[in-house]
């Protein structure tokens, strides 16, 4: 098993900036690699960011490529998601995953966390 643990999300205005963490414990020798996705309120969830556990592999949704930037700390078990030039449409509920089932993009996870709001009003 893999628990995570999200936290970092927040109230703030459009063009603010947020940073995300995701805490992983358990299992974590069985990471290959980690999502951030997110659910806005009526809406399916949206991949966000990956990232490799072993190299340098990242990959971003079109919709924040050049604003998000996903990270790792591989002795603190933790990934980040660093979120500038925010956006009333990034409004949601961000998760971290892992254990993605399916190809890059899909958002079906073995493992995935309770989640943090992130909410940008204009």
């Known amino acids: 098993q893999v628990q995570l643990v999200e936290s970092g999300g927040g109230l703030v205005q459009a063009g603010d900036s947020l940073r995300l963490s995701c805490a992983a414990s358990g299992r974590t020798f069985s990471i290959f690699g980690m999502d951030w996705f997110r659910q806005a309120p009526g809406k399916e969830r949206e991949f966000v960011a990956t990232?490799?556990?072993?190299?340098?592999?990242?990959y971003y949704a079109e919709s924040v490529k050049g604003r998000f930037t996903i990270s790792r700390d591989n002795a603190k078990n933790t990934v980040y998601l660093q979120m500038n030039v925010l956006k009333p449409e990034d409004t949601a509920v961000y998760y971290c995953?892992?254990?993605?089932?399916?190809?890059?993009?899909?958002?079906?996870?073995?493992?995935w966390g309770q989640g943090t709001q992130v909410t940008v009003s204009s």
């Open positions: 995953g892992t254990g993605r089932l399916g190809g890059l993009g899909s958002t079906t996870y073995q493992y």
């Open positions: 990232i490799a556990w072993g190299s340098t592999f990242t």
